[in-house]
């Protein structure tokens, strides 16, 4: 199994290389539109190669869903943490009841057995021999 992983990685890692030698042109990127950096007197750019920004993009994008995910989850964790905190209340208060009632311990099941079992003692005669 860890050579399948390391094969991916490897695969994964010859794309990311293929993809920077054949992208390694420099782009510029301007955090305003031309139009609105001419309104408001500033143009904040950045000049990178552009397997750069593209990997930058792509990092972006998973630490937003990542993000995004784990704050659309979080009803379900809520959900999560009282179950679990009912599941001890409930476990403790059977312990309770088992400590304070060992009697009502006992399977009505088993006992209709037993006393069947008894109930067949107690009639058949032993055979003489």
Known sequence: MHYIRYAFLAI????????????????????????????????PSLTLPLFIV???????GLLLGFIWEWFRERS?????????????SLRQELGQVRHAAPETQKDDVLAIVEASEARTRRTTVPAVS
């Open 76 to 88: 379900y964790r809520a959900e999560a943490v009282r179950a679990r905190a009912e599941c001890a």
């Open 54 to 60: 593209i990997g930058g993009s792509v990092v972006l």
């Open 12 to 43: 994964v890692a010859v794309a990311f290389v293929t993809l920077a030698l054949a992208n390694r042109t420099m782009t510029t990127v301007a955090i305003l539109p031309g139009a609105l950096a001419d309104l408001a007197g500033v143009n």
